[in-house]
């Protein structure tokens, strides 16, 4: 039977920021959403970036594996690792065979059939929420949120853990009282162990420019110190874990 293929952007090795431990870290092609602030929209275009199959991907990590620790694995992102389920679905599968820990690292934008064939493959999924406010959060991305919330609650039900990845970005998704709603909805999932809050940058600006897109973000800038430590609070007093 011929392997799946998928396409890949890039890779990185020795990856500690995307899941635990030291990460081989997998960059998929494509994706349907078009956030403001991505700072890697030459992932966007599906038929870009050059084809692998799961098998060589595997190869890839496992040279690593004696440098991973017992925490450390494989993480899938992106662009969208959702974006081609069929691919992503096999390569976490193959991975978990192989002895990796798999995290995914998505924004949960994808049909039932999509995720049905990814979600019950990955230890660990890394969700980029954009927001709690439904036309906020279609502001910042260009989709409804309808489907990251479809994957969470799916998440929930197969008690998967999860990390919740939240952009703070100045007059976008750095209104306090949002930041409320969003925790005390989080809290309700038992499942989710931490909540990342990442604030905003610049640093693929110019990838827009070369891109010879609009970046809107331009003069926005880095949130303060002082609005991070707010914000902060306010999920550590709902008795979330925060980064």
């Excluded at 450390?72 to 192989?98: D, M, R």
């Amino acid at each position: 039977m011929r392997s799946v293929k998928g396409r890949i952007h890039s890779f990185e090795t020795g990856g500690m920021v995307d899941g635990p431990g030291i990460r081989f870290v997998v960059f998929t092609q494509g994706c349907p959403l078009r956030c403001l602030y991505c700072h890697n929209p030459d992932t966007w275009k599906m038929k870009g970036g050059e084809e692998y199959s799961p098998e060589q991907i595997i190869e890839k990590a496992l040279r690593y594996k004696n440098y991973m620790g017992p925490s450390g694995g494989i993480t899938i992102t992106g662009g969208e690792p959702l974006a081609q389920p069929a691919f992503t679905g096999e390569l976490l599968l193959q991975a978990k065979a192989a002895g990796l820990h798999t995290a995914l690292d998505t924004s949960g934008f994808a049909p039932p059939a999509a995720r049905a064939a990814v979600l019950p493959y990955a230890d660990l999924v890394l969700l980029d929420i954009k927001s709690i406010d439904p036309e906020g959060f279609k502001t910042v991305a260009g989709v409804t949120m309808d489907y990251t919330l479809d994957t969470l609650n799916e998440l929930k039900q197969m008690n998967t853990p999860v990390w919740v990845r939240h952009v703070i970005v100045p007059g976008l998704t750095d209104k306090t009282d949002e930041a409320r709603r969003m925790a005390g909805f989080l809290k309700t999932y038992p499942n989710v162990e931490k909540v990342e809050l990442l604030p905003f940058h610049k640093m693929g600006e110019f990838k827009w420019e070369e891109l010879g897109e609009d970046y809107t973000l331009a003069d926005t800038p880095t949130p303060s110190a002082e609005l991070m430590t707010e914000i902060r609070t306010i999920f550590k007093e709902a008795g979330l874990p925060v980064d």
